[in-house]
Every structure is written in structure tokens, then in C-alpha cells.
């Protein structure tokens, strides 16, 4: 006969059982063998010394400024808690703008009633590079940062023509002479013109010159002769702004060859587009030759129109496909040798292969190069790829993209972990470039890949800063790229090497890149990197956002640019591909600096750069909110 | 095919009887002589044009003819060359510019003249301007036609080789054309027109008189267009049919060219 | 061959000697004539490999240049090859023979001329293919596969050679959508991507070519130019229907010599003025029954007519060409060219009575155009350096050939000369035989088919 318990008793005996159960296993734990019990001491004294040395990283200093936090704790106590959108200061001003918005034009705007309550998590601060600038996620989003905005427009306004063809043309069709007197005053005309200041025509329409007193234009030239001849303002001092040897290499690229860099208002390109400034600068230029060496509208003049737009000039971006048309000068159409050479980061070093370079100067070279490496490319590349073209032009209003780039600015992640590892470099490389075998790159690539996601397992913090598998691919690629160029001077076996890096080591070591698209051009990028095929191969400053398969997946302008840009401090030359537009954009004029593209980015975002263009000279005093005709009064029709 | 005498044929020119018609009629036909009506140095035309110093020689772009190897080719040898072509001259210029108020002629006017009556030129008509461009020395030979003849009228005609402005303006004091480069004077003693500076704008070293502006009474005679007050268009009926013709054929010609018949 | 039109020509040389008489004018049309066949064959499947060009840019690390002139502001020395490529020659075009010759019937598609290789894609590529890209795509992958397997350049071998090869090759392809100009890789032709609307291919030629092509014989200038953009006209849909005629006439007349009216026009005009052509014009339309008085105005201003304006169109287009013939030959000018097609229609039309000037008033707006942009600051250029559909010449289809005949005519006034823009093409010539004398092989080719054009 059972016995019929009750559910009490029921109870009763099953937590005594678990109860004994749970004992004997205790006890079964406690007894281990002396052996694991060693092997676990082991492991907690590696765990120890660990502790210490993850430490001593920069890396670990620069968390711990942004978090506020243990940057190796897997834990983040506050989460949920943080007071949502309110612990950003950005954002709170959102609202409040949003609010103001809303009242005056009776229709809701900006209002975080709406969608997610952001803010869950830590809305960290950035610190951008180590120029001691910290900003909100938001201050880099490129429609609230004038420094983006102006790094676009100075690019895209941008044009240089040759005038050897036109002087030419004077001399043989027209029989002037041309002297250094005719250019100082050719020269003079031409900041005159470029601006829309009329010479030859009476009745013209003119341009207030306080909205386009960012237009002008100087003379590149690797003649010393002609240098001195002219008028100091009207040239580009290579000499004074570039280190030395990288001067003489330049000046020598060049010749004695006459090029004219333009720069087109950056009202005129934001009224227009980039192709209209190669019409602006030849029209200007144009007129500019006609008042100079006193011709009319004649027959010649068409011979100087075709040498300005057509024969001779060079352009900052190339037509793009019909499928994603745009004129010239924009971004799209820009190829990655122009880019790395409209980076400005390495004038002043001396022009010797990385390699030699660490070799001589030891730690702080290693950590110099990588760190301007890291300006240039991030500051520049990332922009330019993520944050403009693919996330605005190609996107539209999604603020993604631009965070990816922005993972880009923050160089107290990049730079202390590619630091580590230069410094390194220097302990093993003695002085020798790695020959582009890739059994022998591969060794170096496997070390850094796997120190990189080391560095971000034990830095949670890390992890957390860049956020999206997007910004870690971003990274991985930037570091493989820039590695391997700095190591062999060959932008082909970089963008090799951060191709791998993304593909494989990244990817099986995670099981994890980026966005789903991510990783595409990665994969293709191998098998396409020494095609002859036509939509593939070819040199790496040779691609760009129009070359298809780069086209639709983001994150890799820093990484082929890195490439570029690695290779050529890598192998010690002065520029990558044009040394015409290195020495353009040495321009001390120009209001974005490209010599340090985050310094000017992080100003901007504490509101402390001022752009190009504004129109403050036409438009009236009034309130932030106001718009159209300022005045109320409704007024009737005349008739 | 031998060569057709020309006086059987009896061109049209232009249609209509009127006085200006007949103007046009007289200019843009080479067979009727130009009234000649001053005399223009040829230094001064050297020096108004601006191209070279006065007696200076002649620039080259290329060898004389005579001097060239160039390939076969039949043509070049059935085509006579101008003189400025034969010595290898650079081709240079003359602007004019015709005031809007009762000209002597008008750009267009001028491209027929010179289409009738010069050899080897290139010619561009605008509404401010007319440029003519020959081999240099064919240029100063038509350039004296131009200034010593009829069609010249120092007020209301103007050698402008830049800033042309002021065809459409409203005359100045002295009933003259404006210019924005003030290349000429009006001479209060002499009654004449005098050019202070080259075509380009550059001060002259001795001023070129060029002859006293036209009366009112003969910029109305000579006007080359039609006026309200002088010659007035719509009352032009046989030129306004050859034009609604013109338009029509253009429309058909272009829709289908086999559509038009002799009843058009 | 059905004969549609009545209208039969003779045609005359440069000499004005008869070469062929009374042939159907469908013996002038692209569909009949053998010669315009192989010369249109000619232009849309050959390409040509500059080895000169590409040794020294490989050596120099030149690639992905965008200027025309100059083309050195993109340069890499540091991924520079120096290869002795031109001296392998022979073996470089026995490899690109067997990549692509091999799908030839026989025909021999690759040839080694001096230090060029000429590749003719074979005709069962082009049948095959819906463009006529493979004369780029085929020859240039070909090209750096054959270079490669010659000189031993794989990633393992030389990493950077692969890709600065490739920048030689193709330039910044497909970054940008079209190759460096005067790359070592070309053709007669514009790649197809970059050619403006549908079926302009065969007039994305530059005037100074064509005049490079006939060493600047004036009217094998015009018969060159007529081959090709008439074909054009007809890719284009111009020359269908209605217009087919209008078309044959007008090349006939203008391009071809017919019946020896340019020259005459020209000959009786050596010292005229180009009214005096007008008038020569016309007093031979009336001659040969093409226009006639209608009626007079009360003024005496003869009103003219015609029952049959295709063929006066010829008559205003040969005139048009005779007086651009006069007028740049007198002063020795390509530039004066544009003049003539801007302001002589006025004439026509003035002369005739309102009879529709020449291609019904199109040359009138395109001559103007054509006038205003090369003496302008807006753009254009001198009249060599245009091609034939640019935007300001492709209002009509008969502006072309007067223009080629205007530079052909030119003494060295010009910058932009054909020595300067196309001095590859005057070694055409040789290169082809095909291209000497055009105007005389239009002329055999008639006669040669006029007996098969039957009365349909």
C-alpha cells in the first residue's frame, strides 16, 4: 500500500532532496585534485599580472577618461539608469530646439516622444585624436560640424589648370610675351575674377566679395626661378611647407611646369555642385587672361576655353556612373591616390621609409607615424567615405554612417592600440621594409589582427565605444591596411592585408564583421587584387566610391586609403599619386586645415570653427527661428 | 562646267522698294561702289587696331605659302590666296559696334557686306559687337573701307575691341555712342570725332580724328534699319511675305523634306 | 537590290575627272556601297596597342591621368616596371592572337606594325556581342594577361607590377567610367559609355582625325567625314523614311562631288567672295530645272520654287561647302569655317524667296553655334578638336564634313593642329590602305555595284 503524502509533505521531501543532492555535488567541486587546483591558481595569476599590464596601456587611460568607469569591467552598473536622453547635453538642446520649432512653425519637429527613448546606455563623450577635444557622438554628425561641411566644399571647389598650353597660345597666335610681370599681373586680375569681379564687360552682375572672399587662386610651380619672380602672394611656398626632402622631391615631380590651383566659392559649389566649379575656375581664369594680355573675343579665346576645361585641367573627382550620376568634383568620383594625397599629416617628417624611420627615432617615431596616420585617415578618409558619401549623398538623413566615421576620430582607441604595436615594430624590424610576399606579411598581419581583438575582449569599454560590428570592421581594416603599407611601401599588399584582416581573422576569430554588406568588398578584394579584368584589380589609389564593388559598402574608405597613404610613408615618398594635388592642399588659406583634419573636426564640434560661404553679408538680422519674409504683414498685390 | 557670265543673273539681295531696302540692296552688293567720305591714314588705322606697332613688320604663324611643303591636295591649288594668307600673317581683328538709334549699319548688316564683298574672313555677329578676323595686313586693307566709307558713322559706329557695351544706351551730350573705355572725343572746335585711344583701350600717342558725327537729318537717310519714324517695319509687306514663307518651309522641310511642292 | 529613287549622279575626283557616271544613288548608301561597309567595318572593330606608349609609362609609373595634353600629373615611379616590351612585340601579339584571334574565320584579327598592334575583334565576337565594347574590354584584358605571361608578372612574383600594369591599361577604370585620354589602348572610336544619345557611335570622331586620316586632301576630308556621319545619321533613326533620300542627296552632293558641283562651284569662285557662290548656286539649280521663278513682287524680287527640295537641299549643301571651300582656302583658315555655316543660309533663303535654307534651317542654328563657341570664353575649343556629335555641331548631320574641310585647308594657323591633337592618325594611312583615297574608292565601289541596283 503507497502512502498517500500531501502536497506539503510533497514539497517538503523534494527540497531535502535537492537539498542533499546539491551538497554532494558541492563536495564533489571542493574535492579537487590538487592538479586543477594548481592550473586554476595558475590562470589567477596570469589573470593578475594581466591586470597590471592591461593597466600601464594608454588605451586603458583613455577609457577610463570616457567611461568614468573600471574600462576592464564586463559591467556597467548604471545601465538603464543613466536619465536617458537627458545625460546628454546635446540632446537636451535638441528638445529644446525641437520644442521652439515646433511652436513657431505649428508643426511638431524634433520630439523624443516619438520612436525609442534613447539614452539606455551610456551616451559616452569622444574624445577626437589626442588634441585634448572631447565631443558629443552628435557634434560629428557632418550637418553639425562645419569642419565636415568645409572639408567637403574645399575639396569640391577645388580645381587646378596647367597655363603652359595658353601661354603658348599667346605667343604663337597673338605674339605677346609673357614675363613675370604679365603673370604678377595675370595673377593679380585672377583674384579679381575668381571672385565674379567683372574686367571686361560693363553692366555686369557682380558678387559681393565678403560672401566669396574665400575664392582665389595661386600658382604651383617646382621652379625656383619662376618662384622668384613673382609675387609672394601668389604661390605656394613648397619649400616652406614641406619638410625639406619632401620639398626638393615635390618641386622636381613637378618641374618647371605652370599650374594655377583655383578654389571656387563654396557658395557657388553649395548653390550648385562640383562640376560647376571646374566651369566656374575656367571662365574666371578665362576672363582673367583676356584682361591681362588684352585680347577681345576673338577665335583665340576659344583655343584658351578648351585648354581650361578640357585639355590640361586637372579635376578632384571623376564623372560617376549613370546609375549613380553626379558631375565632376564630388566626392564619389575622388580616386583613394587623390585622397591620401589631399592628406597633409606627414610635411613635416622627413622623407625615409617607416622601417628606417622607427629604426632612427625609436618609440616616439613609431608613435608620431601612426598617429598622423591615424589624423589623416580619420580625419579625412572616414569622412569623406562614411560620413558624406555613403551616409549622406548615397543615404540621406540616417545617422549611422556618420558614427562609423566618427569611430575613426576617436584616436585614443586607434592610436593607442596601432601605437602598441608600432613600438613593437621597432623591437623586431630592425630597418628592413617586408618584402610583398604575403607568407612573410601574413606572420606580422596574424600578430596585430589577433592583438586588436584581444584588446577589445579585455577592454568591454572598447567594445562598447564602437558600438556596431560596422565601427570594428572599420577599425580592423584601417589597422591590417595601414599596417602592412607602413611595413612594405606597397598599397596592393595593404589592401591585401586589411582585406584578410576583415575576411578571415576578424571574422572566425568572432564569427562576426559588420553590417550584413559589410564585408563584401572585402571578400571580392582578393580575388579581384591582381585581376586584369576589367571591373577589377588594379592599384589601390586607383580605386575609389565609383569603382562598383566599393560603391555600396561602407567602412572601407580608410581602410583603402590607409593603404595609400600607409604605403607612402612606408616606402618614403613624397606623395601617391599627383604631387600636384599634395602640394594644392598644403594651401595655408584654406580654412579646413589637412594637416589636421580631427583637430579642426573637434573644434568644430565645441563650435569653435568657422566655415567658408556663410551668407551673414546678405542676409538679415533676425532670430534663429525666423525665415522667408521676415516681416508679418500679409501685402495685398500691387494690382 | 564653263564659267557662267554673272550679269544674265540679276540677284535679288533683298526684297521690298523702300529706302532703307535699297540701302541694303546698295551695301550688301559688291558691284556698287561705296560713297567714300574721309580719308583714314593707314598708320592710323595701324595704330587704332593695336595689333602692331605702326611700320612695324608683319607678325608670321607660319612660313609664306610659296615656302611651304605641304601634301597633295588639288584644292589649294584652285583656291586664290588673300595676300596677308600668301605671306603667312597671324590672323588678327577689328570689333565693331552699331548704336541701336538710327545706324549707318548693324551687325548683321555687316556679316552680309562682308560676305559680299571680302575674301578669306571669319566674322561673328552679336548684338553689341561684330568681330572681324583676316590675316593682319587683308584685315587693315578692309579696316580703311570700313572707317573712310558710308557704312561709318563716327557717332553712332564705334571700333570697340573690348567692353563693348553701350549699343543700347542712350547717347551721351554730344549725340555720340557711349563707351565705357571713353575711347573717343567729340572735338567742340573741330566738330569731329576723335579717337584718344586704340580699339583695346590704350591711350594713343596722337589722337586719330575720324571725322565729324552724321546730322540727324542723315543717320535717318542712311539708316540701315527700319523705324517707326523713318522706314517703318510693319509696312514692310514684301519682306514679310518672304519671311511667313521662309518660316512655313522650314517647318515642312524639316517635318518631311518630300512634302514641298512648286504651289508652296 | 531594289532601286527606290529616279535620282542618279555621276561623281567626280578632286580633278574633276569623272570616275563613275549615272549611278543610282542607293549606290551611296552605307547598306550598298562595299567600301563605306569595310571603312565603317574598319572603325568599329579595330584597336590599337601603342607599345612605345606603354613601356615608357610603365617604366615611368604613369597611369590614370586625366589631362589630355601633358598626361603627367599622376605619377608612381616607385611602382615603375622597365620592361622591354616593344622588343617583344611579335611575342606579345602571338599570345593576344591566341586569346582572341582564335574566334576569327580565318581572318587575321591581330598584326604587329612597328612598335603598334593593330587587334581586329573577329566578326563572330561582334555578331555575338550587343555592343561594341569587347574592342576595348577583349583587347585590354588580352593586352595584360599576354604581358604578364611574357614577362612573368603574378602575385607571386611582383605584386605591384599586376596592378601598375593594369593603371597603364586602363587607367582609373572603372573608378572613373572611361580610360585616360591617349591611352596606350585605343580605338577609331569613343568607348560607347561616353557617347552622347542613341546611335551617335560612328560620329564620336574628332575633326583633326579625319583630317589626319586623308593628309589633309580637302575633299577625301569630306567623303571620309560623309561615310561616317552618314552612317550616323542612319544609327540615329535620321535617315529613315521620309528623310532617306533627303540624306542620300545630301551626302551625295556634299560629301561625294556629285555630278562635280562643289568643284564647279569652287573653281568658278577661286577669287569670290561666298555670295558670289550663292549666286553660282543658284544660277546652276535653275540651269539643271531645280528651282524656278515662281512669280515676281511688286519690287522685281523673284519669288523661287521647287518641286523637289531634298535635291535642292543637296544643291544648298554643295554650295555651302563650295563657299566654305572659297572662303577657308583664301585665308588659309580651319577657323574660318564657321562663319560660312552660321551666315550663308541667310543668303539662300534671302535669294530664293523664302525657299527653306540649307537641312531646312538647322545648319543655320548649328552654324551659329558652332561660330559663337570657338571664339568664345563658354566653352568649345578650335574647330580640330571638336568631334563630330558634340552637343553644338549635332543639330544637323551635314555641318560636319565643310568643317573637316575647313582644317584640311589650314596652314598652321591653329593651336590645336592636327600635328598636335592627332598625330597618330596621319600614320594611319599606311597603316590601312583602306583609308587612301576615299573619295575615288566611294566612286569604284558605286560603279562596281550600279549594276545590281535594279528598278524595284
Known amino acids: 500500500m503507497v502512502e498517500e503524502l500531501s502536497e506539503e509533505e510533497k514539497l517538503k521531501r523534494f527540497v531535502e532532496e535537492r537539498k542533499k543532492k546539491m551538497e554532494t555535488e558541492r563536495a564533489k567541486e571542493t574535492a579537487m585534485s590538487s592538479r586543477e587546483k594548481d592550473y586554476v591558481r595558475e590562470l589567477y595569476r596570469a589573470s593578475e599580472k594581466f591586470i597590471d599590464v592591461e593597466k600601464g596601456r594608454e588605451i586603458y587611460q583613455t577609457m577610463r577618461e570616457i567611461w568614468g568607469a573600471e574600462p576592464l569591467s564586463g559591467v556597467d552598473e548604471k545601465m538603464y539608469h543613466r536619465g536617458g536622453y537627458k545625460q546628454s547635453n546635446r540632446k537636451r538642446e535638441f528638445v529644446d530646439a525641437g520644442k521652439q520649432v515646433a511652436i513657431k512653425r505649428g508643426l511638431p519637429s524634433y520630439s523624443r516622444a516619438v520612436g525609442l527613448p534613447v539614452g539606455q546606455r551610456m551616451l559616452e563623450p569622444m574624445p577626437v585624436g589626442k588634441w585634448g577635444i572631447t565631443i558629443e557622438q552628435d557634434d560629428s554628425h557632418h550637418m553639425n560640424n562645419t569642419a565636415i561641411q568645409q572639408l567637403n566644399d574645399d575639396i569640391k571647389r577645388t580645381v587646378i589648370m596647367n597655363l603652359d598650353l595658353a601661354h603658348r597660345m599667346l605667343q604663337v597666335r597673338v605674339g605677346r610675351e609673357v614675363t613675370p610681370e604679365t603673370l604678377n599681373l595675370y595673377m593679380e586680375t585672377l583674384q579679381h575674377t575668381m571672385g565674379a569681379g567683372a574686367v571686361a564687360q560693363e553692366h555686369m552682375n557682380e558678387v559681393n566679395p565678403y560672401l566669396v572672399k574665400d575664392a582665389w587662386a595661386k600658382i604651383i610651380t617646382g621652379s625656383d626661378e619662376i618662384m622668384d619672380g613673382l609675387d609672394p602672394r601668389f604661390y605656394i611656398h613648397i619649400d616652406e611647407l614641406f619638410h625639406p626632402d619632401r620639398a626638393k622631391a615635390l618641386k622636381e615631380a613637378i618641374g618647371d611646369s605652370l599650374w594655377v590651383v583655383f578654389r571656387v566659392p563654396t557658395l557657388a559649389v553649395r548653390m550648385a555642385d562640383g562640376e560647376a566649379a571646374g566651369r566656374w575656375a575656367a571662365m574666371q581664369n578665362t576672363m582673367a587672361f583676356i584682361s591681362a594680355y588684352q585680347l577681345s573675343g576673338e577665335h583665340v579665346i576659344s583655343d584658351l576655353a578648351y585648354a581650361f576645361k578640357h585639355a590640361r585641367v586637372i579635376h578632384m573627382g571623376d564623372k560617376l556612373w549613370t546609375g549613380r550620376m553626379r558631375g565632376r568634383n564630388e566626392i564619389g568620383g575622388i580616386p583613394d591616390g587623390f585622397t591620401a594625397d589631399i592628406i597633409q599629416s606627414e610635411r613635416d617628417l622627413p622623407m625615409i621609409p617607416y622601417v628606417e624611420y622607427i629604426e632612427q627615432e625609436g618609440d616616439k617615431g613609431a608613435s608620431r607615424i601612426v598617429s598622423r596616420l591615424n589624423e589623416g585617415v580619420g580625419g579625412i578618409s572616414a569622412m569623406l567615405d562614411n560620413t558624406l558619401w555613403l551616409g549622406f549623398y548615397m543615404s540621406g538623413g540616417i545617422g549611422f554612417s556618420n558614427t562609423v566615421a566618427t569611430s575613426a576620430l576617436s584616436g585614443g582607441a586607434n592610436e593607442d592600440i596601432l601605437e602598441e604595436f608600432s613600438i613593437l615594430g621597432t623591437k623586431y624590424l630592425r630597418g628592413k621594409r617586408l618584402p610583398t610576399k604575403w607568407d612573410i606579411m601574413k606572420v606580422i598581419i596574424n600578430m596585430m589582427a589577433t592583438y586588436v581583438i584581444e584588446t577589445y575582449e579585455k577592454f568591454p569599454t572598447l567594445a562598447e565605444l564602437h558600438w556596431g560590428g560596422a565601427h570594428k570592421t572599420s577599425i580592423m581594416g584601417t589597422v591590417g591596411a595601414g599596417m602592412a603599407g607602413l611595413l612594405s611601401g606597397s598599397s596592393t599588399m595593404a589592401l591585401w592585408a586589411g582585406n584578410y584582416t576583415i575576411a578571415y581573422a576578424m571574422k572566425e576569430g568572432w564569427l562576426r564583421t559588420g553590417w550584413a554588406g559589410q564585408e563584401i568588398q572585402d571578400h571580392v578584394g582578393m580575388p579581384y587584387l591582381c585581376s586584369f579584368r576589367p571591373e577589377e584589380g588594379n592599384l589601390t589609389e586607383m580605386h575609389g566610391l565609383n569603382y562598383p564593388i566599393h560603391s555600396y559598402s561602407a567602412g572601407h574608405g580608410n581602410q583603402r586609403v590607409a593603404a595609400n597613404y600607409g604605403a607612402m610613408l612606408g616606402r618614403g615618398s613624397a606623395w601617391c599619386m599627383s604631387p600636384l594635388v599634395k602640394v594644392a592642399f598644403a594651401d595655408p588659406h584654406l580654412a579646413f586645415d589637412f594637416s589636421r583634419p580631427r583637430y579642426c573636426i573637434g573644434k568644430a564640434g565645441i563650435k569653435e570653427f568657422m566655415p567658408d560661404g556663410e551668407r551673414t553679408a546678405i542676409t538679415p538680422a533676425c532670430d534663429v527661428l525666423d525665415r522667408g519674409l521676415i516681416k508679418e504683414i500679409a501685402k495685398e498685390f500691387p494690382t | 562646267m564653263a564659267e557662267k557670265p554673272k550679269s544674265e543673273y540679276v540677284p535679288n539681295i533683298y526684297p521690298g522698294k523702300d529706302v532703307v531696302s535699297e540701302r541694303r540692296k546698295k551695301l550688301w552688293d559688291k558691284s556698287r561702289p561705296l560713297l567714300k567720305y574721309r580719308s583714314v591714314a593707314e598708320d592710323d588705322i595701324t595704330q587704332i587696331l593695336s595689333h602692331r606697332a605702326v611700320r612695324a613688320a608683319y607678325v608670321s604663324v607660319h612660313p609664306p605659302l610659296e615656302e611651304m611643303i605641304e601634301p597633295y591636295d588639288p584644292i589649294k591649288h584652285i583656291v586664290v590666296p588673300t595676300p596677308g594668307t600668301r605671306a603667312g600673317d597671324r590672323i588678327r581683328f577689328i570689333q565693331m559696334s552699331d548704336s541701336f538709334h538710327l545706324p549707318s549699319i548693324a551687325p548683321f548688316g555687316r556679316q552680309r557686306l562682308y560676305f559680299s564683298r571680302f575674301r578669306g574672313m571669319d566674322t561673328v555677329v552679336y548684338s553689341g559687337r561684330e568681330i572681324l578676323e583676316m590675316r593682319e595686313r587683308d584685315l587693315e586693307k578692309v579696316a580703311k573701307m570700313l572707317l573712310e566709307t558710308e557704312i561709318f558713322n563716327p557717332g553712332r559706329s564705334a571700333l570697340k575691341g573690348i567692353t563693348v557695351h553701350g549699343h543700347s544706351l542712350r547717347l551721351d551730350e554730344d549725340g555720340l555712342m557711349f563707351d565705357a573705355r571713353r575711347r573717343y572725343i567729340y572735338d567742340r572746335d573741330t566738330g569731329e570725332v576723335v579717337y584718344i585711344k586704340d580699339q583695346m583701350g590704350n591711350v594713343l600717342d596722337v589722337p586719330v580724328p575720324i571725322g565729324p558725327p552724321f546730322s540727324e537729318e542723315d543717320c535717318k537717310k542712311l539708316c540701315l534699319t527700319y523705324s517707326w519714324d523713318t522706314q517703318p517695319y510693319k509696312a514692310r509687306t514684301e519682306l514679310f511675305e518672304v519671311m511667313s514663307r521662309a518660316t512655313k518651309m522650314r517647318v515642312i522641310a524639316g517635318f518631311n523634306p518630300e512634302m514641298i511642292d512648286e504651289s508652296m | ?456
Not at chain 3, 576569327?104 to 565576337?125: L, N
Not at chain 3, 548656286?281 to 511688286?298: P, Q
Not at chain 3, 559663337?372 to 563630330?388: K, L, Q
Open chain 3, 1 to 456: 537590290m531594289k532601286m527606290k529613287y529616279e535620282d542618279k549622279v555621276s561623281l567626280y575626283n578632286d580633278t574633276s575627272q569623272c570616275m563613275t557616271e549615272n549611278v543610282p544613288i542607293e549606290a551611296l548608301s552605307p547598306f550598298c556601297n562595299p567600301y563605306m561597309k569595310d571603312v565603317l567595318d574598319l572603325f568599329k572593330r579595330t584597336a590599337f596597342i601603342n607599345l612605345s606608349k606603354l613601356q615608357s609609362c610603365l617604366k615611368e609609373g604613369k597611369g590614370g591621368w586625366e589631362t589630355v595634353l601633358g598626361q603627367d600629373e599622376c605619377k608612381m615611379p616607385w611602382y615603375g616596371r622597365d620592361l622591354p616590351i616593344v622588343e617583344h612585340a611579335e611575342e606579345i601579339a602571338d599570345r593576344i592572337r591566341d586569346k582572341v584571334g582564335k574566334f576569327g574565320d580565318g581572318e587575321d584579327s591581330v598584326t604587329v606594325m612597328a612598335d603598334t598592334i593593330v587587334v581586329k575583334i573577329p566578326k563572330e565576337v561582334m555578331e555575338v556581342s550587343a555592343s561594341r565594347d569587347p574592342v576595348y574590354t577583349w583587347t585590354m584584358v588580352a593586352l595584360c594577361q599576354a604581358i604578364a605571361e611574357v614577362f612573368n608578372i603574378n602575385p607571386n612574383t611582383d605584386l605591384d607590377g599586376c596592378n601598375m600594369l593594369k593603371a597603364v591599361v586602363f587607367g582609373r577604370y572603372p573608378q572613373s567610367i572611361t580610360f585616360s585620354p591617349g591611352a596606350p589602348v585605343s580605338g577609331f572610336l569613343k568607348p560607347s559609355n561616353v557617347v552622347d544619345g542613341l546611335g551617335a557611335e560612328y560620329s564620336g570622331i574628332t575633326v583633326n582625325h579625319i583630317v589626319a586620316m586623308v593628309n589633309k586632301r580637302t575633299m577625301d576630308g569630306l567623303a571620309l567625314a560623309s561615310i561616317l556621319e552618314g552612317a550616323a545619321q542612319w544609327e540615329m533613326g535620321n535617315a529613315v523614311g521620309w528623310y532617306e533620300r533627303y540624306n542620300l542627296l545630301g551626302y551625295a552632293y556634299e560629301g561625294f562631288n556629285a555630278n562635280n558641283l562643289v568643284l564647279d562651284l569652287v573653281k568658278e569662285n577661286r577669287e569670290g567672295t561666298i555670295t558670289d557662290v550663292v549666286y553660282s548656286t543658284i544660277i546652276r539649280a535653275v540651269e539643271d530645272g531645280v528651282i524656278k521663278v515662281k512669280n515676281k513682287l511688286a519690287s522685281g524680287y523673284k519669288i523661287y520654287t521647287t518641286n523637289d527640295f531634298p535635291l535642292w537641299n543637296a544643291y544648298e549643301l554643295a554650295g555651302t561647302t563650295a563657299a566654305a571651300i572659297v572662303n577657308c582656302g583664301a585665308m588659309r583658315s580651319g577657323q574660318a569655317a564657321a562663319t560660312v555655316l552660321g551666315y550663308i543660309n541667310d543668303g539662300f533663303a534671302l535669294e530664293t524667296g523664302g525657299l527653306a535654307d540649307p537641312d531646312g534651317g538647322r545648319m543655320e542654328g548649328a552654324g551659329i553655334g558652332f561660330a559663337f563657341y570657338t571664339h568664345s570664353i563658354y566653352g568649345g575649343a578650335g574647330p580640330g578638336a571638336y568631334t563630330f556629335d558634340h552637343v553644338i555641331l549635332r543639330g544637323s548631320g551635314f555641318i560636319q564634313p565643310p568643317i573637316v574641310a575647313g582644317m584640311c585647308l589650314d596652314s598652321g594657323t591653329q593651336l590645336f593642329s592636327p600635328e598636335m591633337t592627332s598625330s597618330a592618325f596621319f600614320k594611319l594611312r599606311d597603316m590601312f590602305p583602306l583609308l587612301q583615297d576615299p573619295l575615288k574608292k566611294v566612286a569604284e565601289a558605286a560603279e562596281q555595284i550600279k549594276g545590281e541596283i535594279k528598278k524595284g
